[in-house]
């Protein structure tokens, strides 16, 4: 695995792979790896001769300052554990290499899609990732890039914006990785105390009792259990019942082809969040 810090080096590393005809695939990850990362880069490597990782903790698209210097950094596990099956990793040395000196920030329409859940919690995130995934999309233009379906309303904005600033990048969305527990794999499970930890097992039990028992009961009905279930044991910031497609409201379940349930709440101070679909 070839590591690099500079753009100008990746692209020419890049370019004289792709002049072999090689295809490329890419996976932007903010570090701190696990399993969950792995297996999009795992993927990335079954569909296209070469992988490229990028690992950097965007700024702008943190709205608590604290919530970025709280992010685990962890560079050296990261590399070992991707080597095996990553061919170029990113790791750039100053913000500055990714957007350049001035930092200009461009105000993307995604329809009100970023506004909605976590747009509406965490204020700016979705322009800030939405600027960096931009920057890194156009810098690797890799024929895949694959995204984690946890980060589903993410997922859906990055698909936005290709379109938007029409790159041929075919976007590839991961399944959800867990802990055996179910709790959905997250660099921030390592601030989580061993109890917290597993405590927070409740979201994907609450999360699975909706799907599996959503048609006896109303919309309204079962959100209000699985928060009850959840609530007690983590602070929920959320839980919504929403159509996967507009991810707006709607009042009853034949009002939606395919149902989004998505999940954020705090436990040990730690923001976690997780979602199903069906
Ligand atoms: P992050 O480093 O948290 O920005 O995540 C980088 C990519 O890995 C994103 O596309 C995430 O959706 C994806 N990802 C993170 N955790 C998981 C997981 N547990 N299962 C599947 N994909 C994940």
Not at 85 to 92: M, T
Request: proline share 2%; glycine share 6%.
């Amino acid at each position: 695995m070839k590591v690099t810090n500079f753009k100008k080096e990746l692209t020419s590393l890049i370019e004289e792979k792709k002049n072999k005809g090689k295809t490329v695939g890419f996976v932007p990850t903010m570090g701190a790896l696990h399993n969950g990362h792995l297996s999009l880069i795992k993927k990335a490597s079954e569909e296209c001769d070469i992988v490229v990782c990028s690992i950097f903790v965007n700024p702008t698209q943190f709205n608590v300052s604290s919530d970025l210097d709280k992010y685990p950094r962890t560079l050296e596990a990261d590399k070992k554990l991707i080597e095996d099956y990553c061919d170029i990793l990113f790791f750039p040395e100053s913000p500055e290499e990714v957007y350049g000196a001035k930092m200009e920030m461009i105000e993307f329409d995604f329809e009100g899609l970023e506004n909605e859940l976590e747009g509406e919690f965490r204020p700016g995130h979705f322009q800030g990732m939405a600027n960096v995934v931009a920057k890194f999309l156009t810098i690797v233009n890799s024929d895949k890039a694959y995204f984690g379906l946890k980060d589903f309303q993410q997922y859906k904005i990055v698909c936005k914006l290709v379109e938007l600033i029409k790159l041929d990048t075919e976007i590839v969305g991961c399944a959800i990785i867990r802990e055996e527990n179910g709790l959905a794999r997250s660099s921030r499970n390592e601030l989580l105390t061993k109890e917290g930890r597993e405590a927070a097992s409740v979201i994907s039990y609450a999360m699975n009792y909706i799907l599996k028992y959503h048609s006896c009961f109303t919309v309204i009905e079962i959100q209000k259990k699985a928060k009850a279930m959840i609530s007690g044991i983590i602070e929920v910031e959320y839980l919504e019942i929403r159509d996967s497609n507009s991810l707006l409201n709607f009042e009853n379940w034949e009002d939606s082809k395919e149902v989004f349930v998505s999940f954020a709440g705090h436990i040990d101070g730690v923001r976690l969040i997780d979602n199903v679909r069906f």
